[in-house]
C-alpha cells in the first residue's frame, strides 16, 4: 500500500465490488450445499478434520467421494473456495476502498469465514448440536454481510440519488430494520429445528409474524413509494420470495410432521434445502431495501461524501 497517498482520495477501484458479487455468488450455493448435508444427515460422513479420511482435504480422490461423503467432501471444498473469494475481498477493500469502516468490514468478513471454517471443523471433532446450530446461523450472517459489502461497493451506491428524500424515512427504515432482523431470527429458530428437532412452535410463530411484516413493509413500500422503483423491485422481490417460502415451509411441515402428504425421503430433503435456501434471499432482500431506504433518508447527508468516491475509475 502506498502510504503517500492519502485512502481518501486515491481513485475508485471497481475490484471490491467485482469480489464482494463473487464471494455472494459462491456463498450462496454453499448454503444449499450445506443444507443438503444436514438434510441427509451427512455432517459426520467424514470424521476427522481438518484432514479428510487422513488425507489432505485438497488431495482425496474424486473416485471415494461417494453417498454421505461426497456432500460433507463437497461442503468443505466450496466452504474453501468461499474462504479463498473473502481473503481476495478483504485485500481488495483494504487496499483499494477509501472508507476506513468499510476495510473494517471486510476485516470483518475475513475473521467471520475463518470463524466459521473452525466451528464447522470443531462440529465434527466434538460432536456437539449447538456448534451445529452456531454454524448455521454464522453461515446465513455472512452471507447478508458480503451481499451488504457488494451492496455498498456497487455503482448505484456510488452514484447521484436522483429520487427525492423520503418524507416518512424514520418509519420505513424501522419497518425494514425490524423485518431484516425477523426473518434473521427466524432462520436461527429454523436452524435450530433442523438440527434438534425442537421448537416448532417457535418456528411457526415466528412464520407468522415475518409474514406480518413483510407484508406490511411491501404495502407501505408500495403505497406511498410506487414511484422509487429502488425501492418497490426489492420489496416486491421480498413479498413474492415469502409467498414461496411459505408454500415451501407448509410442504416441509406436511411431508415431515404428518400423513397428509406422503412425499418420498429424497423429495422432502430437497423441499427442505430449499426453504433454507429461501430463507437466506429473504434476510439479503430485506437488507437490500433497508439500506437503500437509508441511503435515500440520508441523502443530503451523503451528499459531501459522494464527492470523494466520484473519481475516475481505475481498473
Known amino acids: 500500500m502506498n502510504s503517500s497517498v492519502p485512502v481518501a482520495s486515491r481513485p475508485y477501484s471497481a475490484w471490491p465490488y467485482r469480489l464482494a458479487l463473487l464471494t455472494a455468488c459462491a456463498t450462496f450455493p454453499l448454503l444449499f450445499i450445506g443444507g443438503l448435508v444436514t438434510s441427509k444427515g451427512a455432517g459426520l460422513a467424514v470424521p476427522d478434520w481438518p484432514t479428510t479420511f487422513g488425507y489432505?482435504?485438497?488431495l482425496y480422490p474424486w473416485s471415494k467421494m461417494v453417498g454421505g461423503i461426497f456432500y460433507e467432501h463437497s461442503h468443505r471444498l466450496a466452504g474453501s473456495l468461499v474462504g479463498l473469494c473473502t481473503i481476495f475481498l478483504a485485500?481488495?477493500?483494504c487496499f483499494k476502498e477509501p472508507r476506513r469502516w468499510?476495510?473494517?468490514l471486510g476485516i470483518a468478513a475475513l475473521v467471520m469465514v475463518?470463524?466459521?471454517g473452525v466451528l464447522g471443523g470443531l462440529r465434527v471433532v466434538l460432536l456437539q448440536q449447538t456448534l451445529a446450530i452456531i454454524h448455521a446461523s454464522v453461515a446465513q450472517a455472512f452471507f447478508a454481510l458480503v451481499v451488504v459489502l457488494a451492496v455498498l461497493t456497487s455503482p448505484e451506491w456510488r452514484g447521484e440519488i436522483k429520487e427525492p428524500h423520503i418524507e416518512d424515512n424514520g418509519k420505513l427504515l424501522r419497518l425494514s430494520v425490524i423485518t431484516a432482523g425477523m426473518i434473521y431470527l427466524q432462520v436461527i429458530f429454523g436452524a435450530v429445528l433442523r438440527h434438534t428437532?425442537?421448537?416448532?412452535?417457535?418456528?411457526?410463530?415466528f412464520a407468522l409474524l415475518v409474514m406480518v411484516h413483510v407484508l406490511l413493509l411491501a404495502a407501505r413500500v408500495m403505497g406511498a413509494h410506487w414511484s422509487y422503483p429502488k425501492l418497490v423491485r426489492p420489496a416486491g422481490i421480498l413479498a413474492a420470495l415469502l409467498v414461496m417460502q411459505l408454500l415451501l415451509g407448509a410442504a416441509s411441515y406436511f411431508g415431515k410432521y404428518t400423513t397428509l402428504w406422503r412425499l418420498p425421503a429424497e423429495g422432502v430433503v430437497y423441499i427442505t434445502t430449499i426453504h433454507l435456501a429461501m430463507g437466506a434471499l429473504m434476510l439479503v432482500t430485506a437488507l437490500v431495501l433497508t439500506l437503500r431506504v437509508l441511503r435515500r433518508s440520508r441523502a443530503k447527508e451523503l451528499a459531501p461524501a459522494r464527492g470523494i468516491l466520484r473519481e475516475q475509475p481505475s481498473l
Open 56 to 58: 489432505n482435504m485438497f
Open 91 to 93: 485485500l481488495a477493500l
Open 102 to 104: 468499510m476495510r473494517w
Open 114 to 116: 475463518v470463524a466459521q
Open 197 to 205: 428437532g425442537e421448537r416448532l412452535d417457535l418456528h411457526l410463530v
